[in-house]
């Protein structure tokens, strides 16, 4: 059964700062991953799609890494805003039914 | 992209009743699936919701707690019967769209 981990469960940075979130997962054989942002009572925004042959995609201030092998995606973000204050939340399809297994996401504040 | 919306966006319901959330989705869509957001978690996959036949269900959920309809590829309704406390969660429809999924703003449920 897929495991979906993220690191930390809480960030807090001061506006300005570049930032990493982490997200493992413990079956390698996934069909994609994709990052999505939830805002307090709001639904999910996507964010970046990484198919499994890919190494990285690119949005804007936002770029996704991916390590199949180890299990690992990366979402770096740039020059971090307070309007990136959000909940983080790291999702990978095992295969083409698309189902998504969610990690519990990482809850960001940048502060202005 | 999809533009998703979801009927109602919210409610408080007694223990016991039954509620009914709709979701629509402005383009025709093949895949389409009902999530659960329980409070302080992530998101659960309920099922997927099969255009003119049975949703097919994940383990821990079964047709008879949370019947699907998907009467066409736009449309699709996920009822919650028979609700108890537990069930207080937000609900969320989803759609793929070239590999992409995306989210409806979610429905929050709470029941007393």
């Known amino acids: 059964k897929q495991e979906v981990t993220q690191i930390p469960a809480a960030l807090s940075v001061p506006e300005g700062e570049n930032l990493v979130l982490n997200c493992s997962f413990t079956?390698?054989?996934?069909?994609?991953l994709q990052w999505f942002r939830q805002d307090p009572g709001k639904g999910l925004t996507s964010l970046l799609l990484i198919q499994s042959s890919q190494r990285e995609q690119t949005s804007g201030r936002l770029n996704a890494s991916l390590d199949k092998s180890s299990g690992r995606s990366t979402l770096y973000i740039a020059a971090s805003q307070p309007g990136d204050s959000a909940t983080y939340l790291c999702a990978v399809s095992g295969g083409s039914n698309y189902k998504l297994t969610f990690g519990k996401g990482t809850l960001l504040t940048v502060n202005p | 992209s999809a533009v998703i919306s979801q009927k109602p966006s919210r409610d408080i319901c007694q223990r016991g009743t039954s509620l009914t959330i709709q979701c629509q989705v402005d383009s025709q869509v093949t895949m389409m699936f009902w999530y659960r957001q329980q409070p302080g978690q992530s998101l659960t996959l309920i099922a997927t919701a099969n255009q003119g036949s049975e949703a097919t269900y994940e383990s821990g959920f079964v047709i008879d707690k949370f019947p699907i309809s998907r009467p066409n590829l736009t449309f699709s309704t996920l009822t919650v019967s028979n609700m108890s406390p537990e069930d207080s969660s937000i609900y969320l429809c989803?759609?793929?769209?070239?590999?992409?999924?995306?989210f409806g703003p979610g429905t929050r449920l709470l029941v007393l």
């Open positions: 079956d390698s054989a996934i069909y994609n």
């Open positions: 989803s759609v793929v769209v070239i590999e992409t999924q995306y």
